[in-house]
T-cell receptor
C-alpha cells in the first residue's frame, strides 16, 4: 500500500516557539493532504486540508495564523505550529487519500509544549 | 449535523468474540471504514464497506446496513494484542472522513 512518512515522531518545545511537522508521500503523488489533531481519549479532529499549488482549507475554529500549512510539492506537506502553547500539546497526524478507499496515515507526531 | 456513535469502552476475554457497533448520521454516504489505533500510534486500516452486507477478513469481519445507518466490527478469537481503540469513520458526500470517537477495547486473560 501507499506510504506516508511523517516527521518528527515526537517533539518537545518551549512555549512561544514554533514547530514544523513534515508529511511526505513516498510512493505516490498527493495533491491533497489532511491534517488531524487528536487529544487523549478523543477522536481524530480534522484541522485542515492542504492542496498542492493553492491555499489550505481550514476547519471552523482552527486558527490559520497559528497552524501554517504549506503544500510545497506533490510529495510534501508541512504543518507549522507557531508560538506554541501548552494547550497545543497533542497528537498530530497527516493522511493522504490516494484513491477512493482507505486513507493512508503518517506515523503521527506527539507534540509536548512546556 | 453529522454524528457517529460508538460505545466508549468494551471489555472481553482472550479467545472470545466481541462486536463493536457504530451508528451514523451523515450528509451522504460513500463508504464506512474501521481502523485500529494503539495508544500514541497512527490508525491502521481494518476494513471498508460501501455495500450492505458482511465483509470477512481473517479474524475480523465488518457489517453494514445503509438503510439503518449501522455497522459493526466483529473480532473473533481475541488476542491480547487486539487491545486497542477501534475507530469507525464514514466518508460523506464531500468524500471527507467523519470520525467516531473510538471504542477502547480491553482484553482480559
Amino acid at each position: 500500500g501507499a506510504v506516508v512518512s511523517q516527521h518528527p515522531s515526537w517533539v518537545i518545545c518551549k512555549s512561544g516557539t514554533s514547530v514544523k511537522i513534515e508529511c511526505r508521500s513516498l510512493d505516490f503523488q498527493a495533491t491533497t493532504m489532511f491534517w488531524y489533531r487528536q487529544f487523549p481519549k478523543q477522536s481524530l479532529m480534522l484541522m485542515a486540508t492542504s492542496n498542492e499549488g493553492s491555499k489550505a482549507t481550514y476547519e471552523q475554529g482552527v486558527e490559520k495564523d497559528k497552524f501554517l500549512i504549506n503544500h510545497a510539492s506533490l510529495t510534501l506537506s508541512t504543518l507549522t505550529v507557531t508560538s506554541a502553547h501548552p494547550e497545543d500539546s497533542s497528537f498530530y497526524i497527516c493522511s493522504a487519500p490516494p484513491g477512493d478507499t482507505e486513507a493512508f496515515f503518517g506515523q503521527g507526531t506527539r507534540l509536548t509544549v512546556v | 449535523g453529522q454524528n457517529i456513535d460508538q460505545p466508549t469502552e468494551m471489555t472481553a476475554t482472550e479467545g472470545a468474540i466481541v462486536q463493536i457497533n457504530c451508528t451514523y448520521q451523515t450528509s451522504g454516504f460513500n463508504g464506512l471504514f474501521w481502523y485500529q489505533q494503539h495508544a500514541g500510534e497512527a490508525p491502521t486500516f481494518l476494513s471498508y464497506n460501501v455495500l450492505d452486507g458482511l465483509e470477512e477478513k481473517g479474524r475480523f469481519s465488518s457489517f453494514l446496513s445503509r438503510s439503518k445507518g449501522y455497522s459493526y466490527l466483529l473480532l473473533k478469537e481475541l488476542q491480547m494484542k487486539d487491545s486497542a481503540s477501534y475507530l469507525c469513520a464514514v466518508k460523506d458526500s464531500n468524500y471527507q472522513l467523519i470520525w467516531g470517537a473510538g471504542t477502547k477495547l480491553i482484553i482480559k486473560p
